[in-house]
């Protein structure tokens, strides 16, 4: 009784005092580092107070929440902003509202932070080497070396960089300049800036590219404007029509990534409600759910190969679930052909 009271009185003591009394909330947006073992995430914060106030702070962890070290100091406002680790482990990218941290992760320090106009920065991609990363502001496509304080303007355009090939010389992007020009996929060389177009979808949103395993061709979705459909596609770099892999009315393609398993894709499936599901397909269309729960996945979730091994917000965003494919995927593939409605 005698603690209870000492607690209550702290606290009207902040109160009346103006001070904040910090405390934890949800646990969201894991990422995975490239060593398999250990998670990005974040951690929602309050301050209770005259004026209440939320932010965030970003940790490196297990998933079960061993070895926790907070990464970038002080509070963060980053979701649904993604946090972006380097391909070699050696560092992680992370959006707090107009800037940009860049954080070492083995020395545990800050490198820089990179201030922004409001909306950008946007699209933050590394290079396969890990020694720089492309991100869009509001002049075009910049590329940054993680040595360097200045970026260099690659591409002057309203363009967003998706993804680059594995030696680290083309970059895939997407325009977005509306109807009735739409969304055009490019691929630029970015030693000789020879650009060209692999595909233009007038009425539709391109996102989320891929170069294929064998470098011969592109994966990307395409949402089209309204969200009344959205479809995989498949381009060869040689030129040649679109090939469609997969589609679906009424939702969202987000987080397309290439699985340990020939030619099979992962990705998240956002309906209209803002539940997510979590599905794998191949490149002949046929599909598998992988078993998550559609209200906790929406905090976020990510896969790593190897280990092969999906991790996810727990229902009561207290913790994270972790497990393989070989475990959460339901082994009923739809039939393939490339399109499935519910």
């Known amino acids: 009784m005698r603690c209870a009271r000492l607690v209550i009185a702290g606290a009207l003591l902040a109160l009346l005092s103006g001070c904040f009394i910090p405390y934890g909330g949800d646990l969201k947006a894991p990422r995975w580092d490239a060593d398999g073992r250990h998670i990005f995430y974040l951690e929602q914060r309050f301050l209770s107070g005259p004026h209440p106030a939320e932010y965030e702070r970003l940790y490196r962890a297990t998933p079960q929440l061993g070895e926790r070290t907070q990464v970038a100091s002080g509070e963060i406002h980053a979701f649904p902003h993604p946090i972006v680790p380097s391909p070699n482990g050696t560092y992680v990218l992370v959006e707090n509202q107009q800037t940009l941290i860049l954080y070492d992760v083995p020395r545990q320090r800050e490198v820089r932070r990179m201030a922004f106009e409001s909306p950008w920065p946007m699209a933050v991609v590394w290079l396969p080497s890990s020694d720089a990363f492309s991100f869009t502001a509001f002049d075009g496509i910049h590329l940054q070396r993680v040595d360097s304080d200045t970026s260099r303007l690659v591409l002057s355009d309203k363009a967003f960089g998706l993804g680059w090939s594995a030696d680290g010389a083309q970059l895939l992007y997407t325009t977005d300049h509306g109807w009735p020009q739409g969304n055009a996929l490019h691929l630029l060389d970015t030693s000789s800036m020879a650009d060209r177009v692999l595909s233009s979808q007038p009425t539709g949103l391109i996102s989320n590219a891929l170069f294929t395993t064998d470098g011969q061709s592109v994966v990307f979705s395409v949402d089209l404007i309204g969200g009344s459909r959205v479809g995989l596609y498949r381009v060869a770099l040689a030129g040649g029509a679109d090939q469609e892999i997969w589609g679906d009315r009424g939702s969202f393609v987000e987080g397309l990534q290439w ?75 739809s039939p393939s052909g490339g399109t499935r409605h519910e």
Not at 292 to 307: E, K, L, M, Q
């Open 259 to 333: 699985t340990s398993r020939p030619d099979t894709l992962i990705f998240a499936r956002r309906e209209r409600d803002q539940t997510v599901t979590i599905e794998c397909v191949d490149l002949a269309g046929a599909t598998r759910r992988v078993a998550s729960d559609a209200r906790a996945v929406s905090f976020g979730w990510d896969y790593h190969s190897p280990p092969d091994a999906l991790v996810f917000t727990r229902p009561d965003r207290t913790g994270f679930v972790v497990g393989t494919l070989a475990e959460l995927i339901r082994e009923d593939p």
